[in-house]
């Protein structure tokens, strides 16, 4: 049974990085096309990129320059590396491998700058 596990979701802010993995059995990991995906809020799910067996990279066009997917085959994981988030980065990350109907879990990434805290200075 093919099975994905994402980690490493987490808030960051605007300008940080993210580093995803994805742990994927119940097949012949190194002979497959992976990719990932993302799930915006309120959105529907969008490619993000795509990793072939011998090293090919292909990624949409609005991470292409930021994002750096990587394939380790003798861990059966693949990494997403996420520079210089933005908010529209947020969503939740999910890896499959073409040809799949499964999906797992995903990873949540949530780009803010967070609430903040309110200062008050009063005599």
């Known amino acids: 049974q093919e099975q994905f596990v994402e980690s490493g979701g987490a808030l960051v802010q605007p300008g940080g990085s993210l580093r995803l993995s994805c742990v994927g059995s119940?097949?012949?990991?190194?002979?497959?096309?992976m990719t990932w995906h993302r799930q915006p809020p309120g959105k529907a799910r969008e490619w993000v990129a795509t990793l072939w067996p011998g090293g090919a990279l292909m990624y949409t066009d609005s991470v292409r320059g930021r994002f750096t997917a990587i394939r380790d085959n003798a861990k059966n994981t693949v990494y997403l590396q996420m520079d210089s988030l933005s908010p529209e980065d947020t969503g939740v990350y999910y890896c499959q491998k073409v040809g799949s109907t499964t999906w797992g879990q995903g990873a949540q990434v949530t780009v803010s700058w967070g609430q903040g805290t309110q200062v008050t200075v009063s005599s």
């Open positions: 119940g097949f012949p990991f190194s002979d497959e096309i």
